[in-house]
């Protein structure tokens, strides 16, 4: 389920998932949990003010900490 919905949300969901990319910022840890995290908190911050929901099936949840790490830097739009 969690694969199906990263690739829905780097795909139709218009996500910038170019930070999971090999040899950026992100790639690492090279998990499908890290990379959805990535994936899911880029397409809330994109679309959060426009109704959108961050529920993925039970995937994810909206987090009041920043989960950036080792040069790894999550989006905030306020």
Not at 43 to 50: D, E, I, M, N
Not at 59 to 68: R, T
Request: aromatic share 12%; net charge negative; with cysteine.
């Amino acid at each position: 389920m969690l694969q199906s919905a990263l690739d829905w949300v780097c795909g139709y969901g218009g996500a910038d998932c170019s930070k999971i990319q090999p040899n950026q910022e992100c790639f690492l840890p090279e998990t499908l949990a890290s990379h959805a995290s990535i994936a899911f908190n880029s397409y809330w911050q994109k679309l959060k003010h426009q109704g959108a929901s961050c529920y993925f099936s039970s995937a994810a949840l909206v987090s009041e900490s920043d989960p950036s790490h080792d040069g790894c830097e999550y989006d905030f739009v306020p």
